[in-house]
């Protein structure tokens, strides 16, 4: 895409009117959204779209991290998103190990603080951490010396999964400022909305948020975006509608009455879509349950995006490694 | 052997005494309170140094001292020895022991422990219900007879308005409070800290104040119904002040503590300065900055009865978890004293007078026991405080056997000197008193 | 900052580069260019189009970014981490001879990291490598087969490559660190 290599020019060569390009990551951890100024957005972008490039040449490699050991330590099952690590680490010659606890929260065997240390005496360079409580990445961060990357953390950040939707959205739209982004789903529970609505804010885009009152967070509208439970107001004129998964246990937990009431009050149809802008693009960030937060036909019709931002998730993933490994000998000699 | 503290400023807000007084000790009892009182002989003159405050001995009304069976978080012995270093000459402790203290057996025991110890003296809180599972009443008759000051469930609310009634109407009989920790637990679910922005920000379930509030409600209602007694305990949101202040228009018997991290913080200490940290975890969670402003309102118009700490000391290793998983609660009794006197007293939110009330006069009212006097011929309980001393507050250095604090490094003004039980001087904090001697 | 080649230097060193390149490579068919970016990149269109003024025929042209293969990534604790740009090769490099072409040939550490890079393309026939400015202190094996300038350089020094393309104007400096 043209625009985007030529905004990475600019961003290298010639200083932006009103900010500093970053070239580098302040932090030696992504441990959410939170922590990174726009200008590391951008950066991570950027690299993303370097990165892209490499899954279309013949050899899919670049030794960048060749003897390089990254931990994929994930407390929740996930394919997409520890697969998608794997790839990007593998890209980058990085040595892979994968570790899945099973948790159970009746049984209380090691604690992650211990299971972590016991990892890092096999001296990995970073950690990719998926875990079922908030702050656990945090905690990490306090008592590792490895460099930990949040792979999703409770319900507080899944920043990879924000860039990657970030990433997607530039490659379609050529921007985030000024564009109307509609988010609608499950707000409470989600770490995927989160990291999108820090990220979003961020970079300037109008954000609104849709869902039943009772999957709303308190006080969310602090963080500078629109909230209404009326899904026509959110998607009218959206440039961007990004679906959030509902899970069957919220219904259990008495946060609305039936799946079919969500669908018929939330959920995306073609009708809704026609609501938006014509050239609006359509997210998930997957899994995806059809025929609740999303129709089928709006999921594999011309609008949806949700197969590119698989795709892009890699191209992410390969730019925040990349980003983080600086340092990494001169902080081991020292 | 007599002792005379003289040249302090002596406060004892039951007999109006406040100025420069001598004091006359001899064996447990307060002899005489005047001026110019002469050294004789046989008596030790102990100089009390300029601006020092004597007041009758503080009195924590909330503590766990986790003594029997969590030894591995706090015995007795420690507790108390925190206690005295804090400035308390007494602590309340709750029942909610391995095994729960719902029998005259475990309330002895306590009582053995603390007078081995020989420090701060310590009344037991039974538990109202068997095991504290809420289901059947424990013996509270045997209880009181046994020592108990009052009855509680803590850690959890009573279960049922039934047995709260119940409760409240037979505790009647023996003139002792029922102590409820207000939360709905419905409401409260899997909470781990306030409902408001700053949970959302950081995905943690949230516990609304409306759960602390529907429950002080409940109490209230009840205490009006039954004539009986109930404290509230640890109380954090302005709704439940709403509903005391209403029981008390009323002329319901119903009191009420606030802990200090509930007037000193917001829920804001959940992102800054530091996120997720575990020693800001306690229930009830910090709240919002119109809950602290209401409560710091109650403490100066006299709607709070009383401060206590609700010391809830948790291993290093029991903290070093996820939020998720670590167990509510932080040390208090070496901080309470600095912290009301820095950020209340200092701030001219209260007067002098009025932290004596808070932390003498009226947890020894409510639980019904001497002290929160110091009258001729009232017990020698004393706390010796240097209002203006300058103290770091060091979590490392604190005499509890858990430093579970988040005031670690705050810098205050304000400390207790020396703390003196039944005349025998059981601390003193040489960083504060200087040369002075109060042995 | 003493200025050691001109504009107008600069332009005839090209035409001289490309007319050597004519007269070494015997199948210009064969030849593509690749540039190494940032600066590489523009000086290697420079070339093409002179070549195709020269020989009529275009020459496929490349840019190679060779950041990720470095070999002095991971110790960069006080300099920021070199920013990551697209490689861009539209054609196959099997069987060709590719011109590498760069601003300013020093250790040789970036020739080194473009060849690997290049190899994990394809299978070249012959790679040459044609540097602007040479200023010497190689630490690895790697010769220019086309120099534009020799500059001999201590190591207090350093050498700028300015293009208008980039920098708006066209001009090579010697640069004395700390000035």
Not at chain 2, 173 to 195: F, Q, R, T, Y
């Amino acid at each position: 895409m043209t625009k985007s290599s030529l905004k990475s020019k600019d961003s290298e060569t010639a200083l932006a009117p009103t900010s500093r390009p970053a070239s580098r990551l302040r932090s030696k951890h992504l441990l959410g959204i939170e922590e990174l100024s726009p200008e590391e957005i951008v950066l991570i972008l950027d690299t993303a779209e370097a990165m892209r490039e490499i899954a279309e040449r013949p050899i899919k490699k670049v030794p960048t991290l060749r003897g390089r050991t990254v931990v994929n330590l994930f407390f929740e099952p996930s394919t997409r998103t520890r697969t998608s690590f794997e790839v990007a680490e593998k890209r980058l010659s990085a040595d892979t190990l994968n570790v899945a606890i099973a948790t159970s929260s009746v049984v209380k065997g090691e604690t992650l603080v211990d299971t972590a240390l016991n990892l890092e005496a096999m001296s990995p360079d970073m950690i990719v951490l998926r875990h079922a409580a908030s702050g656990a990445c945090h905690l990490l961060a306090r008592v590792c010396r490895s460099r930990i990357i949040n792979a999703g953390d409770g319900m507080h950040e899944h920043p990879t999964q924000a860039l990657l939707d970030a990433f997607t959205i530039r490659q379609h739209k050529g921007r985030l400022a000024g564009l109307k982004v509609a988010i609608v789903g499950d707000l409470l529970h989600s770490r995927v909305l989160r990291s999108n609505v820090l990220l979003l804010t961020r970079l300037g885009a109008d954000v609104w948020l849709c869902g039943p009152p009772t999957l709303i967070p308190t006080g969310i509208e602090r963080l500078g975006v629109h909230v209404t439970p009326a899904v026509d107001e959110a998607v009218a004129d959206a440039d961007v509608i990004m679906l959030l998964r509902i899970q069957l246990e919220r219904m259990e937990g008495g946060f609305f009455p039936s799946l079919r009431e969500y669908f018929q009050v939330f959920g995306m149809t073609e009708e809704r879509v026609r609501r938006a802008r014509p050239d609006a693009i359509i997210m998930h960030p997957g899994p995806m349950n059809r025929g609740v937060e999303i129709a089928s036909e709006v999921a594999d019709g011309p609008y949806s995006v949700i197969l590119e931002q698989v795709a892009n998730g890699v191209a992410v993933r390969m730019a925040v490694l990349y980003l983080l490994a600086g340092g990494i000998d001169d902080e081991a000699a020292a | 052997m007599k002792r005379l503290l003289k040249g302090g400023r002596v406060l004892d807000p039951a007999s109006g005494v406040d100025g420069d007084y001598d004091v006359l000790i001899e064996a447990d009892r307060v002899l005489r309170v005047e001026r110019g009182l002469p050294a004789d002989d046989d008596v030790r003159v102990i100089e009390v140094p300029r601006g020092f405050v004597i007041v009758p001995g503080l009195i924590d009304m909330h503590v766990h001292l986790r003594e029997p069976g969590q030894e591995h978080k706090e015995t007795i012995a420690t507790g108390t020895a925190s206690a005295v270093a804090g400035g308390f000459t007494a602590v309340a402790c709750m029942p909610n022991t391995s095994p729960v203290n719902d029998n005259a057996g475990v309330t002895q025991f306590m009582l053995n422990k603390a007078a081995e110890s020989g420090l701060a003296r310590v009344y037991p809180i039974g538990a109202v219900t068997r095991g504290s599972k809420g289901e059947q009443l424990a013996d509270l008759a045997e209880l009181h007879a046994a020592g108990c000051v009052g009855v509680s469930d803590d850690g959890h609310p009573v279960r049922t308005a039934l047995i709260m009634r119940r409760a409240l109407e037979y505790t009647s009989m023996l003139k002792m409070p029922v102590i409820d920790h207000c939360e709905d637990p419905s409401l409260k679910g899997d909470g781990v800290a306030h409902e408001g922005f700053h949970a959302a920000a950081l995905g943690l379930r949230g516990i609304p104040g409306a759960a602390e509030e529907i429950m002080v409600a409940r109490d209230v209602t009840l205490a009006g119904m039954t004539g009986g007694h109930v404290h509230i305990a640890h109380m954090s949101a302005k709704g439940s002040l709403r509903a005391v202040r209403h029981g008390k228009e009323q002329g319901f018997a119903v009191t009420c503590e606030v802990a200090p991290h509930h007037f000193t913080l917001t829920d804001e200490a959940l992102h800054r300065p530091v996120q997720y940290d575990t020693n800001v975890k306690m229930n009830p969670p910090l709240r919002d900055a119109t809950d602290v402003a209401a409560l710091l309102e109650g403490l100066a118009d006299g709607s709070i009865d009383a401060i206590a700490t609700d010391h809830a000391p948790h291993h290093a290793d029991e903290k070093l978890v996820e939020f998720d998983r670590a167990p509510f609660g932080i040390v208090g009794l070496e901080t309470c004293v600095p912290l009301a006197l820095d950020r209340l007293v200092h701030t001219e939110r209260i007067s002098l007078r009025r932290f004596v009330e808070l932390l003498s006069v009226n947890p020894a009212r409510i639980l019904r026991r001497p002290g929160g006097a110091l009258a001729p011929g009232s017990v020698a309980d004393i706390t010796v405080i240097a209002p203006d001393a300058r103290v770091t507050i060091h979590a490392r250095a604190l005499r509890s056997k858990s430093k579970n604090t988040p005031f670690d490094g705050w810098e205050l003004r304000g400390a207790p000197a020396a703390t003196i039980v039944g005349g025998r001087t059981v601390f003193t904090n040489p960083a504060v008193t200087g040369s002075a001697v109060f042995a | 900052m003493p200025v050691v080649m001109d504009a107008d230097r600069m332009g005839r060193t090209l035409t001289r580069i490309a007319h050597e390149i004519v007269e070494r490579n015997r199948g210009l068919d064969e030849l593509a260019l690749v540039g190494i970016r940032s600066r590489g990149e523009h000086l290697a269109l420079r070339l093409a189009s002179r070549l195709q003024e020269i020989t009529g025929r275009p020459v496929p042209t490349g840019a190679l970014d060779i950041t990720l293969y470095r070999d002095d990534l991971m110790r960069h604790a006080v300099g920021p981490q070199p920013l990551v740009r697209r490689t861009e090769i539209p054609f196959s490099i099997d069987d060709k001879v590719i011109l590498l072409v760069d601003d300013v040939l020093y250790t040789g550490r970036t020739i080194r990291a473009a060849l690997d890079a290049l190899i994990d393309f394809g299978r070249p026939k012959a790679i040459q490598l044609i540097a602007f400015v040479d200023r010497g202190h190689r630490e690895l094996p790697i010769k220019a087969d086309y120099v534009g300038k020799n500059l001999p350089t201590s190591r207090r020094e350093s050498v700028q490559v300015r293009l208008e393309e980039v920098d708006g104007h066209d001009e090579v400096l010697v640069e004395v660190e700390g000035q």
